[in-house]
């Protein structure tokens, strides 16, 4: 196949998504892993010299290509999965895994990057040398110091891990695709109206799914208790021993976390959670246990007192898993006197996006404006990012769930700032994901407040990725940040979502335009921290159960039993036996999470504290802005997350924000 006919072997600025075949993938990566093989051979070779830009004009060249075209296949299977698409990124996923393996243990390499370090180290820039210091810590942990047998078997420890987290990954989304449920109207009493309409089937039947915009609704609204245990007990053994056994789950946990073990000892390691936190902030597992069990003890109060509320409230009625979000949202609403889908009815999609865009604009001093682009689905918009006229980057934009996509919200990059060694720039480029309800008929798509919230959260990645300033690929924009700070600029976006003036703007009836009314907004604000003590200590059993997992070697042998350990230790609500939550856990078991769960914990309380210095001078502070773009978003990981954090605020981070802003102060 010439370059021609094979969309991934392009070299335009934009991926040809909508050209992708299946039948592209096998030549083209061969193709283009074999060039990556080439350079990677020349740089190593004694004669190239141990010099910073000759490495990268022979490395990073050919490497920074084949990621693009494997990052579009991935995209696609994420996005977009067929059988045979889903077949072919299998067929070639050994063979990536084997070459990223194999280089980042290249020992002649990691002797190069070294020499580099040693000749050049004090007169490169600043972002080069943490680029140097990050890829020296780097040939570390990916065993580039390990010898012979060992050293064999790290590179089959990765290959295999690979292989069990794209499997898992399958299962979950095969198990939440393979449900469904015909309910009849009368089943449906108490489900709101567009759910109805957007599951309703010809024969006036409703095909219900376990797709997260129809199956919250029916747990929160259905006034059927029958049927809403029947969806709840098919959504939490998703991918468990109690559904299809092909896409169960439990063998391939044990063997991820077994190998996961397997691989820290090989490192030197006591157990996976220090590799995990090796190139983090936190510094020990055993800070990051303190610090979620510190948080446990503060909100533990906040979480009985709500359990007794709800208690109460429900006056005797059975309270098993499957009530809680029923009644939850009846006490919602008693309390606060208005429901999700009233809110519901105030944000379309189209009016949200635009409010969203003119805060980019306002804040950041840019324009944003869709632009033509070959896209994978007939939903997908795509927008260029502008400053005095200047294109800085560009995104794509995929709202709404459907068959084949996999479930959560998420932001990834296509393309990465980069000063090219040809002296060309190339500018970022990210796809922003969401699974929200579409459209039904003529109606813009409705976005719950919860909804809008997910949609800031994933544009903070999405500006942290376009607005770095940073030339040097590995450092520009979210990579090298720290993970568990990653997660800073987007918790900061979701702080908008709770400003009256910003609502103002994000926020238009379906049927009559008219703005959130002040009402409205003062009972959400009031219901803000609903729940939050029994929230908090969600996350942190779920963070808790990671650290431990990935913690205690052996722990993989009994993975129901160590979460029910958690659980008794944090939680005030305790799930029934047959929740297999672990089995879609796809964070820490296929999303790059492992030991890293905390993090949301950890970066939120940095987003908390960066966000009190514009409730300190004025949400629309142009100079704050300026000063958050500048220190944070600008840097990328070319410094490291608690300089940008002091540097902007001036100070060490403090928990205090944190627990005021979830009404536990």
């Known amino acids: ?53 000759a490495l990268s004009r022979i490395l990073d060249t050919a490497t920074e290509r084949m990621g693009a075209a494997w990052g579009a296949v991935s995209h696609l299977n994420a996005v977009a999965d067929t059988p ?76 295999r891990s690979a292989e069990l987290q794209q499997q898992f990954s399958e299962h979950v989304l095969d198990a939440t695709d393979g449900w469904s449920h015909i309910a009849s109207a009368e089943e449906l009493a108490g489900v709101p109206q567009d759910v109805l309409d957007a599951t309703r089937l010809d024969d006036g039947g409703h095909k219900l799914t376990l797709h997260f915009p129809v199956y919250l609704p029916v747990m929160q609204y259905a006034e059927n208790r029958a049927l809403r245990e029947q ?114 009815q105030y944000f379309t999609a189209p009016k949200v996006v635009a409010g969203l865009f003119s805060i980019i604009e306002r804040l950041f001093d840019v324009a944003i404006a869709e632009a033509p682009a070959s896209v994978w689905h007939d939903t997908v918009k795509f927008y260029e990012l502008r400053r005095n006229g200047q294109l800085i980057a560009s995104f794509y934009l995929d709202l709404y769930a459907r068959t084949g996509k996999r479930p959560g919200a998420w932001m990834d990059e296509v393309r990465g700032r980069w000063l090219k060694p040809s002296g060309e720039q190339q500018l970022p480029v990210a796809q922003l994901v969401c699974n929200f309800a579409a459209p039904v008929g003529d109606k813009p798509a409705l976005l719950t407040h919860d909804d809008v919230i997910t949609l800031f959260h994933e544009f903070g990645h999405g500006l942290h990725h376009m607005l770095t300033q940073v030339n040097d690929l590995g450092v520009s924009g979210i990579s090298g940040v720290e993970w568990d700070a990653v997660e800073l600029p987007s918790q900061f976006m979701e702080n908008f979502c709770w400003e009256w003036d910003v609502l103002q703007q994000l926020s238009g009836h379906v049927d009559s335009g008219a703005p959130l009314p002040r009402e409205l907004f003062d009972k959400m604000t009031a219901a803000k921290n609903f729940q939050s003590g029994l929230m908090t200590l969600r996350q942190i059993e779920f963070a808790l159960f990671d650290m431990r997992l990935h913690g205690e070697p052996g722990s993989e042998t009994d993975v129901q039993r160590l979460l029910d350990e958690v659980r008794a230790e944090v939680a005030v609500l305790i799930p029934p036996a047959f929740n297999r939550f672990q089995h879609s856990f796809s964070h820490i078991f296929a999303g790059g999470y492992a030991a890293g769960y905390y993090s949301y914990k950890w970066a939120e309380l940095l987003s908390a504290d960066a966000w009190s210095a514009f409730e300190e001078e004025g949400v629309f502070n142009p100079a704050t802005g300026r000063r958050f773009l500048h220190e944070v978003l600008e840097q990328g990981g070319a410094r490291d997350a608690i300089d940008n954090f002091k540097a902007f605020r001036g100070r060490e981070p403090k928990i205090d924000a944190l627990l005021r802003h979830q009404g536990m102060s």
């Open 1 to 53: 196949m010439s370059d021609m006919t094979n969309p991934l072997l392009s070299t335009a600025a934009l991926p040809d998504f909508a050209a992708i075949r299946p039948e592209h993938v096998q030549p083209a990566i061969t193709e283009l892993l074999a060039a990556a093989q080439a350079a990677l051979d020349e740089a190593v070779k004694p004669e190239t010299p141990a010099d910073y830009d």
């Open 231 to 344: 969806l709840y007990r098919a959504y939490v053994t998703r991918a468990s021993e109690a559904g299809r056994p092909e896409w169960d789950n439990s063998a391939a946990m044990r063997e991820i976390v077994a190998l996961r073990q397997e691989e820290a000892r090989l490192l030197g390691y006591a157990n996976f959670a220090e590799v995990s936190l090796a190139p983090k902030m936190a510094s020990t597992p055993a800070e990051v246990m303190a610090f979620l069990r510190d948080l446990a003890r503060r909100a533990r109060p906040f979480a009985e007192r709500d359990l007794a509320e709800l208690r109460e409230f429900a006056a005797g009625a059975p309270l098993e898993a499957w009530d809680v979000p029923y009644w939850s949202e009846k006490l919602k609403e008693a309390r606060y006197a208005f429901s999700d889908q009233t809110v519901k």
């Open 84 to 159: 045979a698409l889903r077949e072919a990124y299998n067929a070639m996923l050994p063979a990536v895994t084997e070459f990223s393996t194999a280089m980042g243990a290249n020992e002649a390499l990691f002797a190069k990057y070294k020499a580099v370090m040693a000749a050049q180290g004090e007169r490169l820039s600043a972002p080069r040398r943490q680029l140097l210091r990050h890829a020296i810590r780097d040939f570390v942990l990916s065993g580039a110091e390990l010898q012979g047998q060992a050293r064999e078997r790290y590179a089959a420890i990765q290959e």
